[in-house]
DNA sequence: GCATATATTTCAACGTGCAAAGCATATTTT
DNA sequence: AAAATATGCTTTGCACGTTGAAATATATGC
């Protein structure tokens, strides 16, 4: 029973986390951990649609064209009809968005990978699995990913 | 970092497992889970005033307000003036309140226990210190817990 | 040309959360 | 006891993320 309780405070600390983080961010680079999740995305491959990044973060598109216009107040993001099929529009980031890229505090991923990557090999082997166990034992079965805390940013904070 | 990759697709899952779980409830009892959290919060100790809640979830004052506002319109809870100190309110649970919580669709923590518990000794252990290690890896270095997933109900779920 | 698909935005609504201001009541100081 | 201060709660007004439905524009197939 201790260790259920255990268990459950640790999700509540990892959950807790990700909220504190997001207000940490949203203080010091003025964005939102959802806003600069949109502004990794499109910072990685230099134009996106609203349709994409709608199906990566696993959001409707209605909730992507609030965010991006956030970002564009703040020109951080741009909108750009596209050439080819001009129902889309080309959503790519800014030189000011790549700042608050390049300058945002430490986000958690990379906390979080740093960390991992000072860990024993066997270490690691068991945390993978044990998150894993978790991750299946509360999906209902089905539905995989979710928004905020994503993946795409592990190659550069792996990168140096 | 196929492993950290894994990792942190695991933790969205997690998170996502979360919030589906929040939908699923207030289709089926008409309370989020944040709501239901207070639920359970005046269901275990016959009265609360919204300074215990706020406590207990880590939330503002302002925001237990609004929340047990929501949980009164359905009257699923009752407020009541101290009579030890007038400027307290009790908030307690109603016997429809009672209900909700009895009829509530396997909460993510009971799905989530159920499982635990048919786990090898071992396995728990390891579980347990895994996902303490990672909250300690997520925690900037601080603040402890957080509000939605919550330890109440774990005594109910083990209890039969 | 017309019907249907798709891409996006707008709109209205909800739930969560907070800070600040206000109100009522206790407690402490003088 | 009166005044100052602290506490507990609600109200107000705002920000954010999220969505579904309706509206608009454009593509595509026939």
Same mark, same amino acid.
């Given at each position: 029973?201790?260790?259920?309780?255990?268990?459950?405070?640790?999700?509540?600390?990892?959950?807790?986390?990700?909220?504190?983080?997001?207000?940490?961010?949203?203080?010091?680079?003025?964005?939102?951990?959802?806003?600069?999740?949109? @502004? *990794?995305?499109?910072?990685? %491959?230099?134009? &996106?649609?609203?349709?994409?990044?709608?199906?990566? !973060?696993? #959001? /409707?598109?209605?909730?992507?064209?609030?965010?991006?216009?956030?970002?564009?107040?703040?020109?951080?993001?741009?909108?750009?009809?596209?050439?080819?099929?001009?129902?889309?529009?080309?959503?790519?980031?800014?030189?000011?968005?790549?700042?608050?890229?390049?300058?945002?505090?430490?986000? @958690? *991923?990379?906390?979080?990978? %740093?960390?991992? &990557?000072?860990?024993?090999?066997?270490?690691?082997? !068991?945390? #993978? /699995?044990?998150?894993?166990?978790?991750?299946?034992?509360?999906?209902?079965?089905?539905?995989?990913?979710?928004?905020?805390?994503?993946?795409?940013?592990?190659?550069?904070?792996?990168?140096?």
């Amino acid at each position: 029973m201790d260790r259920v309780d255990t268990c459950l405070i640790a999700i509540r600390r990892i959950l807790r986390a990700t909220e504190l983080y997001s207000r940490e961010l949203k203080l010091a680079a003025g964005v939102t951990a959802v806003q600069f999740r949109v @502004l *990794q995305i499109i910072g990685e %491959r230099d134009h &996106a649609t609203a349709k994409e990044i709608s199906v990566q !973060m696993r #959001v /409707s598109q209605a909730t992507v064209t609030s965010l991006v216009d956030k970002l564009v107040r703040q020109d951080l993001a741009m909108r750009e009809k596209s050439e080819t099929d001009r129902r889309q529009i080309n959503i790519h980031i800014t030189a000011k968005g790549r700042e608050t890229l390049a300058e945002a505090p430490d986000p @958690l *991923q990379q906390r979080f990978v %740093r960390k991992f &990557a000072a860990m024993e090999d066997w270490e690691q082997a !068991m945390l #993978v /699995s044990s998150l894993e166990r978790v991750a299946a034992m509360l999906d209902a079965e089905d539905l995989d990913a979710s928004p905020v805390l994503d993946t795409g940013d592990i190659k550069h904070a792996l990168d140096h």
